[in-house]
């Protein structure tokens, strides 16, 4: 039952936000004419939205503390998500799967190229956020640089492009293996450092190989770049534009379920059980007899290989590459992914890197407020979500006990 509390606290509500929006909703200058335009009918609608909203915020805020409360006091009872029992069931699961590859192998053939570009640049995102998940969602390494070794592997294809001639099938491991090298590299200087001393660490040589990139004209051309790097071949046949876009898309998926099955594997290996319990307590995990700086080292050469294979990708896929593709954003982008989608979680990464690149392009109609739709959900989702749309399954080992027929 709604409470006269309630009404008068959104009431209020409604009250301030029209005070605040009133500059910017309801006055309009024109200069042309020399007249001032009075827009009443914003603010009535900024009233009434705000008033609506408050009603929603506060009926998901007594949600969430009503569900703090009983996990409190140990009466929650579904503690696996809906997401997690719907994988489970394999009655939903596989034909759900099936579905998802069918319409995944006939998108480029239904939907423009256009679609297909946008789609090709969510699954280069997808494979960024399954590599930066090994660092940050299974190991704990809060990495702010992620995008350096995105750009490593961008312009690793284009020199070697440019003053060997290699092609995208022979840049494309080389890339992946100079991505590890510079994962190593960096993990080097950082053994012995966590939290926020790491990000820091790790913003500083991401920050570092964009301006060695920007500046040092006679290796990587400065500003200006590097363009016509030649898209990937098919058996030494060159593709049309449109054919070679389709191309990449399927390059794209296969390297995303390469990645997803890579991923999976180590993360069920001893090694990636090394990496949670150094994400759980790093005293204790080296307590254990864990090898710590040769955890964190595989941790940051993995996920920067992903990240290098990726920007191998990306510099096929636009043909161009300059520094401005590989500022903090796109790090702090990478990590919206992770979190966001869920730490650790394999398909909560790609779920948000579905939602965080598309959602902003299928916005484009209503631009002036697409940003501030997107920061909207993001907001929302920390504060009721912070696990993530998906978020990982803890592991729980139960003791059952003896059997009464054991006993006997």
């Given at each position: 039952?709604?409470?006269?509390?309630?009404?008068?606290?959104?009431?209020?509500?409604?009250?301030?936000?029209?005070?605040?929006?009133?500059?910017?909703?309801?006055?309009?200058?024109?200069?042309?004419?020399?007249?001032?335009?009075?827009?009443?009918?914003?603010?009535?609608?900024?009233?009434?939205?705000?008033?609506?909203?408050?009603?929603?915020?506060?009926?998901?805020?007594?949600?969430?503390?009503?569900?703090?409360?009983?996990?409190?006091?140990?009466?929650?009872?579904?503690?696996?998500?809906?997401?997690?029992?719907?994988?489970?069931?394999?009655?939903?699961?596989?034909?759900?799967?099936?579905?998802?590859?069918?319409?995944?192998?006939?998108?480029?053939?239904?939907?423009?190229?256009?679609?297909?570009?946008?789609?090709?640049?969510?699954?280069?995102?997808?494979?960024?956020?399954?590599?930066?998940?090994?660092?940050?969602?299974?190991?704990?390494?809060?990495?702010?640089?992620?995008?350096?070794?995105?750009?490593?592997?961008?312009?690793?294809?284009?020199?070697?492009?440019?003053?060997?001639?290699?092609?995208?099938?022979?840049?494309?491991?080389?890339?992946?293996?100079?991505?590890?090298?510079?994962?190593?590299?960096?993990?080097?200087?950082?053994?012995?450092?966590r939290g926020d001393y790491l990000a820091i660490v790790t913003l500083g040589f991401g920050e570092i190989i964009r301006i060695i990139l920007e500046n040092?004209?006679?290796?990587?051309?400065?500003?200006?770049?590097?363009?016509?790097?030649?898209?990937?071949?098919?058996?030494?046949?060159?593709?049309?534009?449109?054919?070679?876009?389709?191309?990449?898309?399927?390059?794209?998926?296969?390297?995303?379920?390469?990645?997803?099955?890579?991923?999976?594997?180590?993360?069920?290996?001893?090694?990636?059980?090394?990496?949670?319990?150094?994400?759980?307590?790093?005293?204790a995990c080296e307590a254990m007899g864990i090898d710590k700086a040769k955890t964190k080292l595989t941790a940051f050469s993995l996920g920067a290989t992903?990240?290098?294979?990726?920007?191998?990708?990306?510099?096929?896929?636009?043909?161009?590459?300059?520094?401005?593709?590989?500022?903090?954003?796109?790090?702090?982008?990478?990590?919206?992914?992770?979190?966001?989608?869920?730490?650790?979680?394999?398909?909560?990464?790609?779920?948000?890197?579905?939602?965080?690149?598309?959602?902003?392009?299928?916005?484009?109609?209503?631009?002036?407020?697409?940003?501030?739709?997107?920061?909207?959900?993001?907001?929302?989702?920390?504060?009721?979500?912070?696990?993530?749309?998906?978020?990982?399954?803890?592991?729980?080992?139960?003791?059952?006990?003896?059997?009464?027929?054991?006993?006997?």
């Amino acid at each position: 039952m709604i409470k006269f509390n309630e009404i008068k606290r959104a009431f209020l509500v409604s009250i301030w936000f029209m005070f605040l929006t009133f500059p910017i909703m309801v006055i309009r200058v024109n200069p042309v004419e020399r007249i001032v335009e009075w827009r009443w009918k914003n603010m009535i609608l900024v009233g009434i939205g705000s008033f609506l909203l408050s009603f929603v915020w506060n009926y998901l805020m007594k949600r969430k503390e009503l569900g703090v409360k009983k996990t409190e006091a140990g009466e929650e009872t579904g503690t696996i998500p809906l997401a997690q029992r719907i994988l489970g069931e394999k009655r939903i699961y596989i034909p759900g799967l099936v579905a998802i590859g069918v319409f995944t192998m006939v998108f480029p053939l239904i939907f423009s190229m256009y679609q297909t570009t946008i789609m090709t640049t969510a699954l280069i995102y997808v494979m960024l956020g399954l590599g930066l998940n090994i660092v940050v969602g299974l190991a704990g390494l809060l990495d702010l640089g992620y995008v350096a070794f995105y750009a490593v592997g961008a312009y690793a294809y284009a020199l070697l492009n440019y003053h060997f001639g290699l092609g995208f099938w022979m840049a494309l491991p080389i890339g992946g293996v100079l991505g590890a090298i510079f994962g190593i590299l960096l993990g080097f200087p950082v053994l012995r450092l966590r939290g926020d001393y790491l990000a820091i660490v790790t913003l500083g040589f991401g920050e570092i190989i964009r301006i060695i990139l920007e500046n040092w004209n006679e290796f990587s051309f400065g500003p200006s770049g590097i363009a016509n790097i030649p898209r990937p071949s098919l058996f030494g046949i060159d593709l049309s534009v449109h054919s070679s876009i389709i191309y990449i898309y399927y390059i794209m998926i296969a390297l995303c379920l390469f990645t997803v099955f890579v991923v999976n594997r180590l993360q069920d290996s001893r090694i990636g059980r090394a990496w949670i319990a150094l994400r759980e307590d790093e005293v204790a995990c080296e307590a254990m007899g864990i090898d710590k700086a040769k955890t964190k080292l595989t941790a940051f050469s993995l996920g920067a290989t992903w990240a290098s294979m990726a920007g191998v990708m990306f510099a096929a896929k636009t043909t161009f590459v300059n520094p401005a593709s590989f500022t903090i954003w796109e790090s702090i982008m990478i990590l919206c992914i992770v979190v966001l989608g869920g730490m650790g979680s394999i398909i909560g990464v790609i779920a948000g890197a579905l939602v965080l690149i598309l959602t902003p392009e299928y916005l484009r109609a209503f631009s002036e407020y697409r940003m501030l739709a997107f920061g909207t959900m993001l907001v929302v989702m920390m504060i009721f979500r912070p696990g993530g749309f998906i978020p990982n399954v803890r592991r729980v080992y139960k003791f059952e006990g003896v059997k009464s027929a054991d006993k006997s």
